[in-house]
């Protein structure tokens, strides 16, 4: 490497060049300078095979030391097994088949009724259990672009709760929801034998790898009938809080593209006398991606069962009203080649496993399923220089739409205030709003932050304090529209704007940012593009009013003005003009705050 | 071409072969076992044979001749072993280890464990034997063999689909199977008896066979977990295959013109490529593996520690598997780094204890000296400002601690303790009710997390090191990788809390239950209140019954005295002895009570059997306990009468009972010389447990209406009308634990076992911090603060009068200048 017309980015070392025609032709050229060999016949039979051999051997040697030269970085790296094993020095793990999965949207008849809609039998009443299996499989009646059948499973076990805060009945029916995944499964049998290096290699097959935090498993493994628990890497999930915390294994994609159920010394490894049995999926990749309302029940169930425990009744093909995926699948992808590799090496090396700064917090706190978004702030958001809060973490969640077990509920009474007027009395005036978080999981959500803590830290979890908004809301239309069309997209546009997957503790809600997302016809829902959107000939937003449920200031509707007291929510800056209150100015919500929207309590006027 | 090149050179494979083909006696009939080896890692462990498992230590290898082994042979000789091991007689001459890392196939004559890599499959295990080497093709027989098939359906599927790998001796299948196809390409597995003859023996071999030293793991990287021997053909009856080696020399031999490939250059070019230019190959191709800790040399698995800039990894003493774990997964530890996991990992990884690890924060409130003006300086050793779980309560360390707030009960209520799992960090859902800040009162609470936090390992499950409590080794070892792993604002401090275990009994207590084959010992007795004089025993009845069952293990000729809750004589309606180690004691209701034994120092038979007996005073003494049994049962009834030294009289009513009495020397006399209902005793021997006999002052036995054990020192009897006379007494031990007065505790530390009875001065002397009681046990505790460093073998308890209370002898336990020490002393109420 001595050619200094090589820039030092040069990324394909051509560490020695030297090959068969180079390395013989040197070679005699060499030997013509040698006072012995000087005058040789270099085309005598025995010459000429040792000076090919050596010329070939010098190729095959150059071969070798420029692949190995190139391998070397990461950059100029072409083998799948250097740049796997370079990747894994970052701490990044190749992965392997990823299976599409699609969420399911399923709809239950509780009774079998007569013609003259007697009840015949109950399946399903309000506090039943339903229960679906993992590992149950449905062939969806699609082929592949290979026309092989594709397949879809539950890989997880799901209990739906029948109940008026979780699964409601209503018009004797009940909804939920589950995820299926796309393979065939397999189910496997090891022996401690099988263990070499703590290692189990899977068969040659295309298996789901999943993707972190497994939400929606693509394995499981058992020891014994005992469910082990798939971790990230070794170090994953280790605390002295969790209990059974060392039956754990990796399912890793290897540098020779094998698969393998990894145990490890320093958590547990299965003894002599235990049986492995491993459950997984031979994925398709992205053959078995499909498009939503692919899965329909006419297509066919087959065996899938969903099971009421506690009537311990199959409930009946015939009952199941509703069986579809209403959004396409998602994932389904090749294993990751050489350049996706180095891509996500790069990304991968700087994230960390321990929570040091809000964001660390936030991202762990909303990988779990029942947070929808997460917060964390300290004593330099709420009162820097107070030694009382010194080394205390802060963290608010709030779940998902439909889940509701991380707080005692309770409500506001919206007469007490002045939010009366709405545009359908019939609406229940009552707000749902978090008391108290259910200790239960307080104390879960501390052993699951608790393995990223930093020393001394001390995590506290805050209730969210909600800050409903509501608003009055002018609608001009425009001519070849109809006004009720226009209102309901302009109010779901509305909600959508509230939706927990876009909305963040700590924001700064504009309302010019409102009235642009409303009106702003490429943002569309998966399942609405608000088509009458188009015909707001102009949109006004006035009466703004919000609402916190645990201020404790007596006066939950205040917005305060700008201040360097931590009082939220406020506005971002000052009214132009002291005798005009101008409720249209952007409102900052504190860390512990969180926006929704209080639909109900809008009302919608025509604009002239 | 064939493709890639074998893993291992030629020669290798031909030698390996030709070795195991050695241990071939064809005279000896063959047996047909499998014995499995237990032990994956060593080869010494176990062996089992059926259901018999021999461990070591359990059994030699010796069956008489001058051939004979002992086990300690069996690892480092694994051909040896066959011609020796002789569990049941049964011999294993004919015998070839197929793998000493999972099983011992005698029955094979070279069999040997393969994996045929078939494409849709996988690896699909097959035992085949060898049969001979003919150039490249290395043939076999496939009928002494037998493959393990995947899709054999053990399981019921919801897909139908399902493999049973491995699983041994249930699905095998003699011959071969169709189950996988010609010209596949074939490995030996990690676990091979070629692994081992590589990694043990070839070194050797090849020293003997051509007197130059090689490295074996130039030529082969054996750390692969498949290696490749080549492709594998099946003939057509498939009685027998063949593996056709293609290696670096076939392919060089293929750039030959066929025309000049005379056999002896052929020789010239495999000796060449084969034996010296492969491990030029191999360690080109391994350059990669440099990279990757589980395949890389053992010797350059530093080099990756060093990559993050992370440990020394020599100075680790775990397996070597374990470190090759360690160093592969070492950027997951960098990416957590300053957390409690991190802490708890090292702990985990380096130590692989089953002991607990507790890490606490310190809290300050606002009343700390220098409030506002905080920082003011704070004693780190201030034990107060810490919070303090499961040890001892949160006030403060005071001695009078609400039983509510006390939590060391789990060391003696529950036994399960000594076998926790290894815990980890701090936080208010570790410490359940007891943290110092609670989260509902944490806005309230004026409580002021510091930068200071307290690492305690406890050392009360198992001792750290195979000989020690704690080594010095182990110590630096892990608090150096602790600290370098410290944020560099936060303040660590180290504890150690030794909590040996005691009862009121001179016998010593262990303090570890569970010792994993280590030999490092805690032990602990009491000294000072005599709590059991030799020869005795003191049943405690806690459960409320009519028959106490008496387990004593003092033989069979014994005083009984029997005892309320009150510590009043009773007299129950029997007293049995079953045997000489177990005695009932029976009553009319069930009751609790203390039952005393104690040896007797002389016993006799009454014979003629007449209602008058005159014993024979052996002892004699005239302080003498005397006591009767009829028909193995204590006898209440009958008079007595000390006539002089050497004789005494007793009368009894019936004249048909084979009797026998026991007799004692009693340690103490007490004269009452003025009639009384009431006598006041006071004997001074220490023990409130004593057997007696009361006597007028005409040496005839008599019994007081009541009889009241006070304490340790005094007693007393009560009588219907005034009474003269004396009482003797005898020692038997305590049996009230409650009240006593420890006075100001010293603590003495000395450097060897022996030193304190030899009168050598203690390395360290200290006072008691303080002594608590609870219902169960006495705490005495102390926390040594960082002053010097020693280690210690000997912990003296003392009273302060001067008396020698507790007595602790224990293997090293190293106390670092830097380190906290706690010494927990736990004493439980009973014998």
Same mark, same amino acid.
């Given at each position: ?608 | ?533 030799? $020869?005795?025993?003191?049943?405690? @009845?806690?459960? +409320? #019954?009519? !028959? =106490?069952?008496?387990? *004593? /293990? &003092? %033989? ?109 020397? $009693?340690?103490?006399?007490?004269? @009452?010389?003025? +009639? #009384?209902? !009431? =006598?006041?005793?006071? *004997? /001074? &021997? %220490? ?127 190293? /106390? ?16």
């Amino acid at each position: 490497m001595n050619d200094k017309d090589k820039s030092y980015n040069e990324l394909v070392p051509e560490y020695l060049e030297s090959d068969f025609a180079i390395a013989l032709a040197k070679n005699v050229d060499l030997l013509k300078q040698s006072d012995t060999f000087k005058d040789y016949n270099y085309h005598g039979a025995n010459m000429t095979m040792i000076l090919e051999l050596l010329a070939y051997l010098a190729d095959f040697n150059s071969f070798h030391t420029n692949m190995v030269a190139k391998n070397v970085y990461m950059e100029s790296a072409n083998v799948y097994e250097t740049v796997h094993a370079l990747a894994l020095l970052k701490g990044y793990y190749p992965k392997g088949f990823i299976s599409a999965y699609t969420s399911i949207e399923c709809t239950l008849d509780c009774y079998k009724k007569d013609q003259q809609g007697n009840i015949i039998e109950t399946y399903i009443s309000d506090g039943d259990q339903l229960l679906i299996k993992a590992w149950q499989p449905l062939d969806i009646g699609k082929v592949s672009i290979v026309n092989e059948s594709i397949t879809y499973n539950t890989t997880d076990e799901y209990i739906i709760n029948v109940s008026n805060t979780e699964n409601p009945v209503i018009n004797d029916q009940v909804s939920f929801e589950f995820f299926m995944k796309e393979g065939n499964m397999e189910e496997l049998k090891y022996t401690h034998r099988d263990v070499i290096d703590n290692e189990i290699i899977l068969p040659f097959h295309n298996y789901d790898h999943g993707t972190y935090p497994f939400t929606v498993p693509s394995i499981s493994v058992y020891v014994n009938d005992e469910e082990w628990i798939r971790v990230h890497d070794f170090y994953d999930e280790m605390s002295g809080l969790k209990e059974e915390y060392d039956d754990v294994y990796m399912f890793v994609y290897d540098k020779y593209r094998r698969y393998a159920v990894r145990f490890d010394t320093s958590r547990k490894v299965p003894g002599r006398t235990d049986i492995i049995t491993v459950k997984l999926l031979k994925s398709k990749g992205p053959d078995g991606a499909i498009g939503k309302n692919t899965i329909d029940i006419p297509s066919a169930l087959n065996n899938f069962e969903i099971f009421n425990i506690t009537k311990n009744i199959p409930i009946p093909t015939e009952q199941i009203v509703k069986f579809t995926n209403p959004d396409s699948s998602i994932l389904g992808t090749l294993p990751e080649n050489v350049e996706d590799i180095k891509v996500s090496s790069k990304v991968n090396i700087h994230s960390q496993y321990r929570n040091v700064t809000a964001k660390d917090y936030r991202y762990h706190l909303e990988a779990r399923t029942d947070v929808a978004k997460g917060s964390a702030w300290g004593e330099q958001e709420i009162d820097p220089g107070n030694v009382l809060e010194y080394n205390k973490v802060y963290v608010s969640v709030v779940p998902p739409e439909g889940i509701d077990s991380l707080f005692i509920p309770g409500t506001i009474d919206t007469e007490v205030v002045t939010w009366t007027e709405i545009d359908d009395p019939s609406l229940s005036q009552d707000i749902e709003v978090p008391q108290a978080y259910n200790t239960d999981f307080r104390d879960d959500l501390l052993i699951y932050l608790e393995p990223r803590k930093m020393l001394n830290a001390y995590e506290v979890p805050v209730l969210p304090k909600i800050v409903y908004f509501r608003f009055d809301i002018g609608i001009r239309v425009k001519r070849t529209y109809n006004y009720s069309d226009v209102r309901e997209d302009v109010k779901n546009k509305l909600i959508f704007f509230f939706d927990r997957t876009l909305r963040n503790f700590n924001e700064e809600i504009s309302f010019m940012d409102i009235h642009n997302f409303i009106l702003d016809q490429s943002i569309v829902r998966d399942d609405d593009i608000f088509e009458n959107i188009k015909g707001v000939d102009s949109l006004v937003l006035r009466e703004l009013k919000t609402y916190t449920n645990t201020l404790g200031t007596g006066n939950e509707e205040v917005v305060y003005e700008p201040n360097n007291n931590n009082l939220f929510p406020m506005y971002t800056y000052e009214s132009f003009d002291s005798y005009i209150d101008n409720k249209l100015r952007t409102i900052k919500i504190g860390y512990d705050q969180y926006p929704m929207l209080v639909i109900d309590m809008c009302r919608f006027y025509t604009e002239l | 071409m064939q493709g890639r090149f074998s893993d291992s050179p030629y020669f290798m494979i031909r030698d390996f072969f030709d070795e195991i083909r050695k241990t071939k006696h064809n005279n000896l009939p063959e047996i047909d076992y499998n014995w499995e080896v237990t032990f994956v890692s060593t080869f010494t462990d176990a062996i089992s044979a059926g259901s018999v498992e021999y461990k070591e230590g359990n059994w030699s290898l010796t069956d008489g001749d001058s051939n004979d082994i002992v086990y300690t042979d069996f690892a480092t000789n694994i051909y040896n072993i066959l011609y020796h091991f002789n569990p049941n007689e049964q011999h294993a001459y004919n015998s070839y280890i197929v793998s000493p890392f999972v099983n011992i196939n005698t029955h094979g004559n070279g069999i040997v464990n393969l994996y045929v890599k078939e494409p849709d499959e996988g690896y699909i295990p097959i035992s085949i034997k060898h049969l001979n080497t003919k150039g490249d093709r290395f043939n076999f027989s496939t009928t002494a063999g037998r493959t393990l098939v995947p899709g054999d359906t053990i399981v019921e599927t919801l897909s139908g689909a399902s493999y049973y790998f491995g699983i041994y001796n249930t699905n095998i299948h003699n011959g071969f199977s169709t189950y996988f196809n010609n010209n596949r390409e074939t490995y030996w597995r990690k676990d091979s008896l070629f692994h081992a003859w590589l990694i043990k023996y070839a070194q050797q071999y090849y020293l003997d066979k051509w007197g130059i030293k090689i490295d074996i793991r130039n030529y082969v990287n054996y750390d692969k977990i498949f290696l490749l021997f080549h492709r594998i053909f099946k003939s057509h009856d498939e009685k027998t295959c063949r593996i056709i080696f293609y290696g670096m020399k076939n392919f060089v031999m293929d750039a030959i013109p066929e025309h000049q490939r005379t056999p002896r250059f052929k020789e010239f070019m495999d000796i060449f490529f084969d034996e010296l230019y492969q491990e030029h190959h191999n360690q080109i191709k391994d350059i990669w593996h440099l990279l990757d800790a589980m395949m890389t040399a053992f010797e350059y698995l530093g080099y990756l520690s060093k990559f993050y800039d992370m440990f020394d990894v020599d100075q680790f003493d775990i397996k070597e598997l374990q470190l090759r774990e360690f160093v592969r997964d070492m950027i997951w530890i960098l990416k957590r780094k300053g957390t409690y996991t991190d802490y708890f990992v090292l702990w985990r990884i380096l130590t692989d204890t089953i002991n607990r690890l507790n890490i606490y924060e310190r809290w300050h409130t606002k009343s700390i000296d220098g409030w506002p003006n905080w920082p003011a300086s704070i004693d780190p050793q201030d034990i107060s400002t810490w919070p303090n779980y499961p040890y001892y309560s949160d006030t403060n360390g005071t001695t009078n601690v609400p039983e509510s707030e006390w939590y060391d009960t789990n060391y003696i209520l529950k036994p399960e303790y000594h076998h926790p799992p290894v815990s980890g960090g701090a936080g208010p859902v570790y410490y359940q009710d007891n943290y110092p800040c609670s989260l509902e009162t944490y806005e309230s609470s004026n409580m002021l997390l510091s930068t200071h936090y307290i690492v305690e390992i406890d050392v009360n499950n198992e001792p750290m090191d195979n000989d020690a409590v704690l080594s010095k080794k182990t110590w630096d070892n892990i608090s150096s990788y602790w600290e370098y792993l410290r944020p560099v604002n936060r303040v660590s401090h180290y504890r150690i809390v030794l909590a040996p275990i005691t009862k009121f009994s001179c016998e010593f207590v262990p303090l570890y239950h569970n010792l994993r084959d280590k030999t490092a010992f805690v032990q602990s007795k009491c000294e000072y209140y005599y709590p059991l004089v030799t $020869g005795a025993y003191i049943h405690k @009845q806690d459960i +409320p #019954s009519n !028959e =106490w069952i008496v387990h *004593h /293990n &003092l %033989g069979g000729n014994v005083h009984v005295q029997v005892f309320d809750d009150m510590f009043n004589e009773m007299i129950p309606s029997d007293i049995v002895f079953d045997s000489n180690s177990v005695l009932r004691v029976l009553f009319d209701n069930e009751t609790t009570g203390f039952a005393l034994i104690k040896v007797a120092d002389s016993t006799d038979l009454q014979s003629p059997i007449v209602d008058i007996w005159n014993i024979v005073n052996t002892l004699n003494n005239e302080k003498l306990i005397i006591n009767f049994e009829e028909d193995h049962q204590k006898s209440y009834e009958g008079s007595l009468e000390l006539i002089s030294p050497a004789e005494s009289m007793a009368t009894f009513s019936e004249t048909s009972i084979h009797r026998r009495n026991v007799t004692s020397e $009693g340690n103490f006399v007490f004269f @009452q010389n003025t +009639p #009384s209902t !009431e =006598w006041d005793v006071v *004997h /001074n &021997l %220490g023990t409130n447990g004593v057997l007696m006999n009361v006597y007028d002052m005409n040496n005839q036995r008599m019994n007081p209406s009541e009889f009241e054990l006070v304490d340790t020192e005094k007693m007393k009897l009560y009588f219907d009308s005034p009474q003269d006379g004396y009482v003797v007494l005898l020692r038997v031990g305590n049996f009230n634990f409650d009240n006593f007065d420890f006075g100001d505790v010293t603590i003495r530390l000395y450097e060897h076992i022996g030193d304190m009875a030899d009168g050598v001065p203690p390395i360290y002397t200290t006072h008691a911090d303080w002594v608590l009681e609870t219902e169960d046990a006495y705490y005495i505790q102390r926390t040594i603060p960082q002053e010097e460093t020693f280690t210690f073998n000997e912990i003296a308890i003392y009273h302060e009068n001067g008396e020698l209370i507790f007595y602790t002898k224990c293997s090293d336990v190293y /106390n670092p200048r830097d380190v906290m020490l706690t010494l927990h002393y736990r004493i439980e109420k009973t014998t």
